[in-house]
């Protein structure tokens, strides 16, 4: 009898797509009338099934529509994607998805993120270049050594930076480009490759989480529900601060246990392949560093540096980012005096080792596709919405957060779940006598709670560019979720009766 093995991250993906599928053939097709704003015409569009309609951009006519949303919040640029119109859902005629569909979502996701496809592709041929310079393997050693006995400082360090980064600005989708970085530091500071992922991806995803200032949440969302961004920013901030303090621990706690017997690692059975992958170069004499390996590291260090700085606070987005990380890679090449035969393999090889991450992402953005052409996410909004009639206070808003992390699964966009359905979502709060805020801070916090194990997410993709198992993850983050869950119940329970 064949022992079960856990199917790979491409795998789960192609079966989910195969079950969204299928729900496009069950659940009704249903749809909200989006409005936007044309700003070359300062004019509003309203599209109904295909059919377009042109209003006059004021807010009589927002208000006429039932979207609780300043008019300046258009205006200004604060809400620039097309926002769901309250009492408008109508069921329209059903577009299930076929096998053709199916078969071709793969390609469509791939279309559709060549974004992020691009960056991924272009951070690991500068990675390979890097490696291939020998100095990211001195600059390692030479950590490990620096850290020897204050490791688990390392671990704090990271996960309170990068949480730093997703509450501030909402740095989530950036991070793939530190797992090949941090893994080797990691590993050489005697802990696992899981330890790596949880200080990158949970500092994240409980950044994101409870995000205070962050634009593609916080900001578009309180825009969304016709509020000021500022408004319940106190509970977030409790909630980044003992979210992160029980993510640490946890980590740390796990990390510790690992280091003093090995075999506690949920992914021992994966020990030596994962070392020889991120290790291999790494000798127990820390080298010298020569003038040319500083000047390596320093841009390397530099493009990460120069990528946080242009997304924070100059608007920086997918293209700029793989810009840098491209002019990074030549400039490595130009010092290290590789000749350009040379510096195309070793950049191409690279970019080779992450092509099973950038696959990943399409086949999950491909899922949405399915979703959005079978038009049945806005129906699982429209009941989603309704079933909160008559709860008092407590479930309500807690009811909503399950919510919210639920069409997370079908919607894993922040700053698209936030405009399509904060204006059905937040004039909700009215109804049961709570502030709209509290709204924003449940779909805050259900789609980041979910984002710890969301497939449709950043997770797999995450996962395979270490080559740990999806199952094994949960099995390591299940229980931190439970906790998080339990401080995330008191947290907006407290809210609303304060």
Known sequence: MHKFKFPSAQTILIILAALVTLLTWIIPAGQYNQLTYNKENAQFVTKDQGKETVYPATQKMLDELQIKISLEKFTNGDIWKPVS???????????????????????????????????????????????????????????????????????????????????????????????????????????????????IYIGSSIGTMASTVNPFSTIIASNAAGINWTDGITSRFVMLFLGTIVCILYIIRYAEKVKKDPTKSLIYSQKEEIEKLFLH?????????????????????????????????????????????????????????????????????????????????????????????????????????????????????????????GLSFFIPSSSGMAVLTMPIMAPLADGVGIGREIIVNAYQYGMGLFAFINPTGLILASLTMVKVGYDKWLKFVMPLVGILLIITILVLTISVYV
Not at 112 to 128: M, N, W
Not at 164 to 174: Q, Y
Not at 179 to 185: D, N, S
Not at 343 to 356: E, N, Q, T, Y
């Open 281 to 405: 170069k790494i000798s127990k004499d820390t080298p010298k560093f020569i003038i040319k390996i500083k000047l390596i590291l320093i841009t390397f260090i530099s493009c990460f540096a120069i990528m946080i700085f242009g997304v924070s606070r100059l608007d920086w987005w997918f293209l700029e980012m793989t810009s840098v990380f491209l002019v990074g890679a030549i400039v490595i090449g130009f010092i290290h005096k590789m000749n350009e035969t040379k510096f195309v393999d070793v950049f191409m090889d690279g970019a080779k080792d992450l092509l099973s991450v950038a696959f990943i992402i399409g086949l999950a953005r491909g899922i949405t596709i399915i979703m959005d052409n079978g038009l049945i996410s806005d129906t699982l909004l429209y009941h989603s919405s309704n079933l909160t009639d008559g709860m008092n206070k407590g479930l309500f808003i807690n009811v909503m957060m399950s919510l919210f992390a």
């Open 85 to 199: 119109v309250p009492n408008t859902y109508r069921q329209v005629e059903a577009k299930p998805q076929g096998v053709l569909e199916f078969i071709q979502s793969p390609i469509k996701g791939i279309m559709a993120a060549l974004d992020i496809v691009l960056l991924i592709l272009i951070i690991g041929g500068f990675i390979g270049i890097t490696n291939f310079t020998g100095a990211f393997d001195t600059g390692i050693a030479r950590l490990a050594k620096v850290l020897k006995g204050r490791e688990a400082l390392l671990i704090v360090l990271i996960t309170v930076l990068i949480a730093i980064g997703g509450t501030t600005f909402g740095l989530a989708e950036e991070t793939i480009a530190f797992y090949p970085i941090l893994i080797p530091v990691f590993l050489a500071a005697k802990y696992d490759a899981m330890v790596a992922v949880a200080c």
